[in-house]
């Protein structure tokens, strides 16, 4: 051991020997000067006396001096400060590598605290990224998953901007690299696919990857954005940059000279931000010709701010990922690179199937059942179809002896009448005994619940009757996060290929409704383009009057209840039957 300790090279002849390197890349003094004051290596005249020193690189030279003055000690506590505050002296960690920097016992025992503004921040933002990003949110509100217990790759295909291949993604930590980029004047990293494949799971895993610094990236923030949260915004609201960054993120604390955001603008290529759905921006106007703002003092309107980012108008050089819907335009010359989405492959969907049942039994059950039916197969290739499967069959295989996914042609509206089934056997049925299972009976299930379910197609089509009980059944969960007003009674349907179902089946149950009515519905399709599962204020009401929101602003919720409707005469029939006969 006091061999080891003889071998070393002393510190102070390390600083001497490396002095101009150090004086060159040694930033962030007031952290150094902060922590060579409390540990009593610093008086406080020797703080002024740096403090009043002019430029930052006379700074370090007298820090240099005065620590090699202190002794050994001193000099060994500089270089330990710079190894453990190492977001802070980032340009200097090499450098410790090359010197094959180790600390001694003596050091490690003295305590270092990080007071540099930026790196404190970037451990801020990590922290809560991590802890944003480390469960999957359960649609159903009753439980949550870990992300690293759950999340499979899906199939991520490369293409250019004529939507040709380029092959594909191997890996979500491969994102933000080159390859594959098509137009290096471009800033946008444009993800696309269809509703529930899978967008924005892969954001989170983004995220959650950098937050424990597994992302290949050398970016030290990282913003993440819904964009239907800039629709939120009043029309004549304006906001800073600043403010859209740290208010709608992550606050810097102990930031009074705005350091972080100084340094922001100056490296701008240290930034990765997600944009989130794209197609949810509800205003009708052609977003790339907003005006721009071009200074990041000016304030404005948020989806100004948003275009000016996306053009590289602000921040130029920082990484935008940004996730849309098919079928979403945007122009080719502001995307770098494109990524779709395809879902699971076969292989996703046996790993996808080994890490949701945690049972051997229930997996081969399901291995089975797949191989059998190639329509199953493909609508489990779009994640949220999978889950929606999985969960109603693991729900109900806990509650019922025997339970067999449903056989041969399967619709996507069987597949939203098993959820629904699983939903309403939440009130319905009394908890399953661990002795004996009661027998599934779907049509006593849906007579059971069919005010609830009422209830909530009709709210598909903004009219109020849903109860404060119905909404623990899980159709509906609460939109906290973008909820801006305060109000806690907004909520949205989990999924809009949810409302979109409960639309078609409010439509077919409503004996009122002439036939005309629902054939006016499909020619709506052609005239509407936005998308949107729209949120719905104070939907618990016994107020039948529909919401002045129109209850149809989006094209594609249109056209999935058009499909819900077109497969209606066969697969809504039987739950039909059973509501006249209940309403006898
Ligand atoms: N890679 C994945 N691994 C595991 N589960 C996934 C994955 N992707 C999606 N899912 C499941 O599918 C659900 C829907 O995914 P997600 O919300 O990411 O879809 P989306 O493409 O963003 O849909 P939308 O366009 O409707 O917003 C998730 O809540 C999750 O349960």
Redesign the pocket.
Known sequence: MDQIKEARVPCSSLLTYHRELLVTRLRSIQCILDNLFTCGFFCQEDVEIVQQTATKADQVRKILELVQCKGEEACEYLIFIIYKVCDAYIDLQPWLKEINYNPSEDVTVMKVVNTDPISRYCEKLRHDMSRDTSF????GQQEE?RLED?????VMELLNDCNESLGFLESVDQLLGDHAVFNPQGEIIYIM?????????????LQNLWSTKELQTDAIFFFKFRCRMFSTFKDAEQISLRDLLFKHNCYPDHDPDNEVFDYILRFPEKVVFTF??Y??IQEDVDLMNLPEVVSPEDKANPLQLLISLLCGKLLKGSQKVL???TGIEIQSKVIRKKVA?R??SPD?LKT?TD??FKEQEHRELVSIQLDASPHLWGLCS??????IVFKSFGHLHTMHDSFHLPETCITLTDIFLLLSEVFLSRSATPAPSLLKKSTRCTSEMFKAGLRPLVAFAKLALQVRGVTEEDLTLGFLRPLSEEDTSGSSATFEFL???LQSFLAAFALVLDEQAAASSILKFFTECSRRRK?S?LPLDSCISSSSKPSEKKPFASNEHLQFTNLFLCECGRAFKHVFRLTLNHNK
Do not use: N
């Open positions: 999957i949110m359960s649609y998953t759950l999340y499979t790759d899906t696919g269809d509703a529930g494949v899978g967008k924005s799971i892969l954001l989170q895993k989130d759905g197609d949810e996730t849309a819907r989405l879902g699971f996703h996808y890490l949701h779009t994640p949220l179809f999978c889950w999924h809009m290929t998308v599962c």
